[in-house]
């Protein structure tokens, strides 16, 4: 069965700073992996997502993140965080195309420290 | 323009009692879900219809059941509320078809919040 560990439920970085948020799966097949944001009472918005055309995949707001087989990971990083980026980050995973069950891990919230 | 609406916002409610969510999507497309969001932010999958035909089903209790009038709508149902419902729904659409051949984005709406007393 597929899964997903996000490492770190708390992150805190420094405005300027770099932002890296963790992010491990498990599938038993090629998954398709996906990073979205929650800001504080809101839906969900995806950030990307990774469908196996490139590695290393760009998302909105300066977000990237890249996937690393060997390593099970799909890990979210940022050059230069921003206050407008404190939210609630989740990683998510999943085996099939079109209508999907994603498989969401436990979020990390971002705090960005003037 | 609102793409994927909730209604209501918030929903403060007795036990035992029985209460529905109301979506709708505005975006044309042919798959709807609802997903929970406990106390710890945690992300389960609950439903998922296609053109109306349920797809995914979860193990959820039957006190909830989904209702798909047409393909833009996916209503919640929850009989005999407990208070372990409490908690945050989510509806999203996305394109998706169960034929597949592309990886979908699904659309999130903002959130229900359930309070049951």
């Known amino acids: 069965a597929q899964s997903v560990t996000q490492l770190g439920s708390h992150v805190s970085v420094s405005e300027g700073a770099l932002v890296l948020l963790r992010c491990n799966y498990s599938s038993s097949v090629p998954p398709y992996l996906f990073w979205y944001v929650q800001y504080p009472n809101q839906g969900l918005q995806l950030l990307l997502k990774?469908?196996?055309?490139?590695?290393l995949v760009k998302g909105i707001n300066g977000f990237e993140a890249e996937f690393k087989k060997s390593e099970t990971s799909f890990h979210l990083t940022k050059p230069s965080a921003h206050m407008s980026d404190a939210a609630e980050y989740f990683c998510a995973v999943t085996e099939t195309q079109g209508a999907q069950k994603l498989v969401f891990g436990q979020g990390t919230r971002l705090t960005i420290n003037p | 323009d609102t793409a994927v609406s909730q209604t209501p916002k918030y929903l403060v409610t007795q036990m035992g009692n029985d209460k529905s969510i109301k979506c709708e999507q505005n975006l044309g497309h042919d798959t709807m879900y609802w997903y929970k969001q406990d106390s710890k932010k945690f992300l389960k999958i609950m439903f998922s219809?296609?053109?109306?035909?349920?797809?995914i089903n979860e193990t959820v209790p039957n006190r909830f059941s989904p209702k798909s009038p047409d393909k833009a709508h996916l209503n919640l149902h929850i009989n005999s509320l407990e208070l372990g419902d409490s908690a945050v729904y989510f509806c999203?659409?996305?394109?998706?078809?169960?034929?597949?051949?592309?990886?979908?984005?699904?659309?999130f709406g903002p959130g229900t919040r359930l309070t049951v007393l």
């Open positions: 990774y469908t196996s055309a490139a590695t």
């Open positions: 999203a659409s996305s394109q998706g078809s169960t034929s597949g051949g592309w990886i979908d984005t699904q659309y």
């Open positions: 219809y296609n053109n109306k035909e349920l797809i």
